[in-house]
């Protein structure tokens, strides 16, 4: 037997030993690291459902308590119903966490107010719940086990907040509540899906089904003792993963985990089945890619050790040459790098491997340009979100604007109130004081002596009671038409601010117009006169408040457009089935290359500091939340027409 026979043999006997050894122990070791990887994975999930829970919980109880805390003690003393809703419809509408509502019950139990509203079960009891007793008795809010709600007929979770009287007496309590088919938390963890068929469930100590990606499974007590050994096990405290046998009598890997401050319980389960059918399926494959490739070692080895050895030196030499690409720029070609590739691309070993690193270096190259590209387009949608908090903090800027100036209207117009009927009394006790005098000074002329006579009329002419008497009357009428022209001018301000009308309702357009050039007219005055031409306009859906901010952003820009003393035009119409809105001013225009650009957030033509470019944006956006059209027509030098156009009837509005 030849010496390259036998080094052959031992060759091929050597790596078929070995090769097939370390691939059994390999395999027996992906086995196990596999089915832990699996464990890991599932137990993974429920460790992340039952945060995810236990932040939730957390974070709706906080705000549930906020949410009560600041209810209005005084609404609820004097059984104000509208504004309780008032201020519950604000918080379903503004911050919508809890998607069933609010309602409050009284000490007994009785169910006062909700929102939104179930007339049909007002005054009844609800001591019964266990959410209410369980407050009751510990004096503090709490967290509900989940329920079938009497008033919407859905599987709700409910939070409670005692309210109390500023004296101490416990008033009853605020109760926010969410519907659990709906939440988009709780929606997520029910659906989410554990491979093909694994999903996740919660439950609760008393073996209450809180969460189930079956609707019909949610609110039951279907798993009864002993049907399931380690769901009974999770009750009593076993935290972890394991094998078991669901109640249906399916073979599963499962997690369990408490939800930290609460008796709920997740539990992630997988069908044994679909968990271990990738090792069952490459198992097989295994061991005869494990033969396969051990006999292919042993026979092809010998014979390219040295050549492959000598060939992979030469694409070693080849690879390290290749420049690096730049990150930072970019600056780099990458043909030319790959050019240098080409001599060995047909070789016979390494002809693929050549090809593929050229792939991959191209590919690299490509990479680079993208990220570059999607590191442009997240800057631009960085800006565009910042532009987007600035319009919600501008919004939000107008409508604290708007209550601060309704409050002050609201305090100016009582004491006007008193002041413009004492006037009025006033003027009518001066009337009879003048009657009196002026009888007084005939019967002293009838019955007086000529001194006397003499004597009253140098008092008279001295202290200037004539002139006192007709000045008088002219004091009072002119502070009467003061106190006129004062509440005017605070009705007009709470028309303009309508904090009572911040929601959606039916409006007169030129009332809107009206009091917004009342609130204007301190800038317009000085600059410009203002000639209005009203049609008559139905009541159109809208939002007064935000029209009104509108109007306000295109009436001031045009004053400050007109340099000298110019004119102002607004006219309304119906046209079709929408209202059209002009408002025209005389005074510079705007420049041909930047008219387009007027709508754009922070575009201004202002100087720096007298303007944030927002007024416009903000307006175009209001307009197109009420389904409007906003346009604009100018030539510099001859003035500029804003047109607003919209519709008598909003599509999905109610």
Same mark, same amino acid.
């Given at each position: 037997?030849?010496?390259?026979?036998?080094?052959?043999?031992?060759?091929?006997?050597?790596?078929?030993?070995?090769?097939?050894?370390?691939?059994?122990?390999?395999?027996?070791?992906?086995?196990?690291?596999?089915?832990?990887?699996?464990?890991?994975?599932?137990?993974?999930?429920?460790?992340?459902?039952?945060?995810?829970?236990?932040?939730?919980?957390?974070?709706?109880?906080?705000?549930?308590?906020?949410?009560?805390?600041?209810?209005?003690?005084?609404?609820?003393?004097?059984?104000?119903?509208?504004?309780?809703?008032?201020?519950?419809?604000?918080?379903?509408?503004?911050?919508?966490?809890?998607?069933?509502?609010?309602?409050?019950?009284?000490?007994?139990?009785?169910?006062?107010?909700?929102?939104?509203?179930?007339?049909?079960?007002?005054?009844?009891?609800?001591?019964?719940?266990?959410?209410?007793?369980?407050?009751?008795?510990?004096?503090?809010?709490?967290?509900?086990?989940?329920?079938?709600?009497?008033?919407?007929?859905?599987?709700?979770?409910?939070?409670?907040?005692?309210?109390?009287?500023?004296?101490?007496?416990?008033?009853?309590?605020?109760?926010?509540?969410?519907?659990?088919?709906?939440?988009?938390?709780?929606?997520?963890?029910?659906?989410?899906?554990?491979?093909?068929?694994?999903?996740?469930?919660?439950?609760?100590?008393?073996?209450?089904?809180?969460? +189930?990606?079956?609707?019909?499974?949610?609110?039951?007590?279907?798993?009864?003792?002993?049907?399931?050994?380690?769901?009974?096990?999770?009750?009593?405290?076993?935290?972890?993963?394991?094998?078991?046998?669901?109640?249906?009598?399916?073979?599963?890997?499962?997690?369990?985990?408490?939800?930290?401050?609460?008796?709920?319980?997740?539990?992630?389960?997988?069908?044994?089945?679909?968990?271990?059918?990738?090792?069952?399926?490459?198992?097989?494959?295994?061991?005869?890619?494990?033969?396969?490739?051990?006999?292919?070692?042993?026979?092809?080895?010998?014979?390219?050790?040295?050549?492959?050895?000598?060939?992979?030196?030469?694409?070693?030499?080849?690879?390290?040459?290749?420049?690096?690409?730049?990150?930072?720029?970019?600056?780099?070609?990458?043909?030319?790098?790959?050019?240098?590739?080409?001599?060995?691309?047909?070789?016979?070993?390494?002809?693929?491997?050549?090809?593929?690193?050229?792939?991959?270096?191209?590919?690299?190259?490509?990479?680079?340009?993208?990220?570059?590209?999607?590191?442009?387009?997240?800057?631009?949608?960085?800006?565009?979100?910042?532009?987007?908090?600035?319009?919600?903090?501008?919004?939000?800027?107008?409508?604290?604007?708007?209550?601060?100036?309704?409050?002050?209207?609201?305090?100016?117009?009582?004491?006007?109130?008193?002041?413009?009927?004492?006037?009025?009394?006033?003027?009518?006790?001066?009337?009879?004081?003048?009657?009196?005098?002026?009888?007084?000074?005939?019967?002293?002329?009838?019955?007086?002596?000529?001194?006397?006579?003499?004597?009253?009329?140098?008092?008279?002419?001295?202290?200037?009671?004539?002139?006192?008497?007709?000045?008088?009357?002219?004091?009072?009428?002119?502070?009467?038409?003061?106190?006129?022209?004062?509440?005017?001018?605070?009705?007009?301000?709470?028309?303009?601010?309508?904090?009572?009308?911040?929601?959606?309702?039916?409006?007169?357009?030129?009332?809107?117009?009206?009091?917004?050039?009342?609130?204007?007219?301190?800038?317009?005055?000085?600059?410009?006169?203002?000639?209005?031409?009203?049609?008559?306009?139905?009541?159109?859906?809208?939002?007064?408040?935000?029209?009104?901010?509108?109007?306000?952003?295109?009436?001031?820009?045009?004053?400050?457009?007109?340099?000298?003393?110019?004119?102002?035009?607004?006219?309304?119409?119906?046209?079709?089935?929408?209202?059209?809105?002009?408002?025209?001013?005389?005074?510079?225009?705007?420049?041909?290359?930047?008219?387009?650009?007027?709508?754009?957030?922070?575009?201004?033509?202002?100087?720096?500091?007298?303007?944030?470019?927002?007024?416009?944006?903000?307006?175009?956006?209001?307009?197109?939340? +009420?389904?409007?059209?906003?346009?604009?027509?100018?030539?510099?030098?001859?003035?500029?027409?804003?047109?607003?156009?919209?519709?008598?009837?909003?599509?999905?509005?109610?």
């Amino acid at each position: 037997m030849r010496l390259r026979t036998k080094v052959i043999i031992i060759l091929v006997a050597t790596v078929l030993v070995s090769t097939g050894g370390s691939g059994l122990f390999i395999f027996q070791k992906f086995k196990t690291a596999y089915r832990q990887s699996v464990f890991q994975a599932i137990d993974a999930v429920a460790m992340n459902n039952a945060e995810s829970l236990s932040n939730y919980l957390q974070r709706q109880y906080i705000l549930a308590q906020h949410i009560g805390e600041l209810l209005p003690l005084e609404a609820v003393e004097l059984d104000d119903r509208l504004w309780v809703e008032d201020y519950f419809s604000s918080h379903l509408k503004n911050f919508n966490f809890f998607n069933n509502g609010y309602f409050f019950l009284d000490v007994s139990g009785i169910l006062k107010f909700d929102y939104p509203t179930h007339p049909e079960v007002y005054g009844q009891d609800f001591s019964f719940r266990s959410y209410f007793k369980n407050t009751m008795k510990a004096g503090k809010g709490i967290v509900g086990e989940p329920y079938r709600s009497r008033r919407s007929g859905k599987s709700v979770l409910t939070f409670t907040t005692p309210l109390q009287s500023s004296g101490g007496k416990l008033l009853g309590m605020v109760c926010s509540s969410t519907r659990l088919e709906d939440d988009p938390i709780l929606t997520k963890i029910r659906h989410r899906k554990i491979g093909k068929t694994g999903y996740s469930y919660v439950f609760n100590t008393n073996r209450l089904m809180i969460l +189930h990606p079956k609707n019909e499974r949610m609110l039951t007590r279907d798993v009864p003792v002993g049907a399931n050994k380690m769901f009974d096990a999770a009750i009593e405290g076993f935290e972890g993963t394991t094998e078991t046998v669901n109640s249906k009598g399916v073979e599963m890997l499962v997690a369990f985990r408490q939800v930290p401050g609460s008796n709920w319980i997740v539990a992630t389960q997988l069908p044994a089945q679909e968990a271990f059918a990738i090792q069952v399926q490459n198992q097989r494959i295994f061991v005869i890619f494990i033969l396969m490739g051990s006999l292919t070692a042993a026979i092809v080895g010998a014979f390219f050790v040295h050549r492959s050895t000598r060939d992979l030196a030469i694409l070693d030499r080849v690879t390290s040459d290749l420049a690096l690409p730049d990150q930072r720029d970019g600056s780099f070609d990458i043909e030319a790098e790959t050019d240098k590739l080409k001599p060995l691309s047909n070789h016979p070993e390494f002809g693929v491997l050549t090809n593929t690193i050229s792939q991959l270096y191209s590919k690299l190259g490509r990479s680079l340009s993208e990220t570059q590209q999607m590191a442009s387009d997240l800057d631009s949608a960085y800006q565009q979100l910042k532009a987007t908090q600035s319009q919600i903090l501008q919004q939000e800027k107008m409508a604290s604007v708007g209550q601060l100036a309704a409050g002050v209207a609201h305090e100016i117009n009582n004491p006007m109130g008193f002041i413009t009927s004492n006037l009025s009394t006033l003027k009518r006790y001066q009337e009879k004081q003048a009657n009196y005098l002026g009888q007084l000074e005939e019967w002293l002329q009838e019955a007086g002596s000529a001194e006397v006579l003499d004597q009253q009329q140098q008092l008279k002419k001295n202290q200037k009671i004539a002139y006192l008497l007709e000045d008088i009357v002219d004091l009072i009428d002119e502070s009467s038409d003061g106190a006129v022209r004062v509440r005017d001018i605070v009705q007009n301000l709470k028309s303009f601010s309508r904090v009572d009308q911040a929601e959606f309702v039916l409006a007169d357009i030129n009332e809107c117009l009206e009091s917004t050039l009342a609130i204007a007219m301190n800038e317009i005055k000085y600059k410009a006169t203002v000639e209005k031409d009203f049609g008559e306009l139905p009541l159109i859906p809208c939002y007064p408040q935000q029209l009104n901010q509108v109007f306000l952003n295109i009436l001031v820009n045009a004053a400050q457009a007109i340099e000298v003393k110019g004119e102002i035009k607004i006219s309304t119409r119906t046209v079709s089935d929408f209202v059209e809105i002009k408002i025209s001013d005389n005074g510079s225009g705007i420049p041909e290359d930047v008219r387009d650009k007027i709508f754009e957030p922070f575009f201004t033509t202002k100087e720096v500091g007298k303007g944030t470019g927002l007024g416009m944006s903000i307006s175009y956006d209001i307009i197109k939340e +009420h389904q409007g059209q906003i346009k604009v027509a100018s030539e510099p030098g001859q003035g500029t027409t804003f047109t607003i156009e919209l519709p008598l009837d909003l599509e999905g509005e109610k």
